[in-house]
């Protein structure tokens, strides 16, 4: 049963550019939560989704920061015009949805803003 | 609102000792208590989580303990190896489905 999937897992954005995060659940999860880790730093809640519908983005940013999880294919971050500030590693994590809440984290994607 | 605090920042423990992390919460509505583990440049990898319905919950080398009337909660790594060297979090969340709220991690660092 693979684990959850992130790609790509470093991306390089000059200022002003788009980027576009992926995830891929593990095998049976409905559920998707993005995290956002800045160096030395714990993470923070940004988003959490089900298939085609957004249930809480309260920690994510009103502007620049968007968030899907389409029907058939990954969950994706987009981040536009992007500023040095978004530099972090931004984790995906699934869970089954069921009584319990065990998530699982991908690799992360890393980030830089050059 | 939501928040956790994590104590120590950092801890750094003779390989075979014990090492203790702790978490205080100050939302009584949550249940679900994980501890997850962060070598560098790694994921966080989930260690081990305890319900409200315990008190205590233990796997081989790893323990944690919750008082939900004090509202926290500790992580306690016996016999200590150089391979748990890593930054711990501890995180809080409510029912399935709900967003987990992170401490600020624990550095820990096992001396051979």
């Known amino acids: 049963n693979a684990g959850v999937m992130q790609n790509p897992r470093h991306l390089v954005r000059r200022r002003g550019q788009e980027a576009r995060l992926r995830c891929s659940p593990m095998k049976g999860h409905s559920h998707v939560y993005w995290y956002r880790q800045l160096p030395e730093e714990g993470l923070k809640f940004m988003v959490y989704l089900q298939k085609e519908n957004i249930i809480d983005e309260s920690g994510m940013p009103k502007e620049r920061f968007s968030a899907e999880f389409p029907k058939e294919g990954p969950s994706i971050l987009r981040i536009q015009q992007v500023v040095r500030g978004d530099s972090a590693a931004y984790f995906c994590a699934s869970s089954p949805g069921t009584i319990y809440n065990e998530q699982f984290f991908g690799p992360g994607t890393r980030l830089t803003v050059l | 609102g939501e928040n956790v605090e994590q104590h120590p920042s950092t801890l750094s423990v003779q390989e075979g000792d014990s090492a203790v992390i702790k978490c205080t919460y100050s939302d009584s509505a949550s249940n679900y208590f994980p501890w997850y583990k962060q070598e560098l440049g790694k994921r966080p990898q989930l260690i081990i989580d305890i319900r409200s319905n315990v008190g205590e919950k233990k796997d081989q080398r790893i323990a944690v303990t919750l008082n939900k009337t004090a509202k926290h909660f500790s992580l306690h790594i016996t016999e200590t190896q150089p391979e748990d060297s890593a930054v711990y979090f501890c995180?809080?969340?409510?029912?399935?489905?709900?967003?987990?709220?992170f401490g600020g991690g624990t550095r820990v660092l096992v001396k051979p």
């Open positions: 995180a809080m969340g409510g029912a399935a489905g709900n967003k987990l709220t």
